[in-house]
Nanobody, 124 residues
Framework: QVQLVESGGALVQAGGSLRLSCAAS????????MGWFRQAPGKEREFVAR????????YYADSVKGRFTISRNNAENTVYLQMNSLKPEDPAVYYC?????????????????WGQGTQVTVSS
C-alpha cells in the first residue's frame, strides 16, 4: 500500500505562485509514475501534470503548460508542483496520484493511489 499526503494549498492573488508538495509513504519503492490532478466545484477531475519514475519525462495539460512545473525527489519520496502565474481559472482541489504500473498516462482511472487533496484558491 502507498499513502500520499498533499500540502501547500493556499489563497493566492492572480499572478502569484504556489508550491505544492506530495509526500509518499508505505511501499514507495513500488511507485512508477506520479501525477497531479485537480477538481473545481461542479467540474470533473482533470489531469494537470505527470512525471516518470526517474523524473526525466514530464507531461503537462495544455492549460498549465509553461506555468506549472512538476518535479520529484525520490530520496525523499516527494513530488512537487510549482505553480507560477496563477490564473482565476486555476482554483481547485489539487490531488496527488501515483501508479505502480510502468505506463505513461493522463487517465485518472489508471492511477492506483490518491492523496486527500489540497485547496488552491486564486483571488482576481
Amino acid at each position: 500500500q502507498v499513502q500520499l499526503v498533499e500540502s501547500g494549498g493556499a489563497l493566492v492573488q492572480a499572478g502569484g505562485s504556489l508550491r505544492l508538495s506530495c509526500a509518499a509513504s508505505g511501499r514507495t519503492f513500488s511507485i512508477a509514475d506520479m501525477g497531479w490532478f485537480r477538481q473545481a466545484p461542479g467540474k470533473e477531475r482533470e489531469f494537470v501534470a505527470r512525471i516518470s519514475r526517474s523524473g526525466v519525462i514530464t507531461y503537462y495539460a495544455d492549460s498549465v503548460k509553461g506555468r506549472f512545473t512538476i518535479s520529484r525527489n525520490n530520496a525523499e519520496n516527494t513530488v512537487y508542483l510549482q505553480m507560477n502565474s496563477l490564473k482565476p481559472e486555476d482554483p481547485a482541489v489539487y490531488y496527488c496520484a501515483a501508479t505502480t504500473r510502468m505506463i505513461r498516462t493522463t487517465t485518472a482511472d489508471l492511477y492506483e493511489y490518491w492523496g486527500q487533496g489540497t485547496q488552491v484558491t486564486v483571488s482576481s
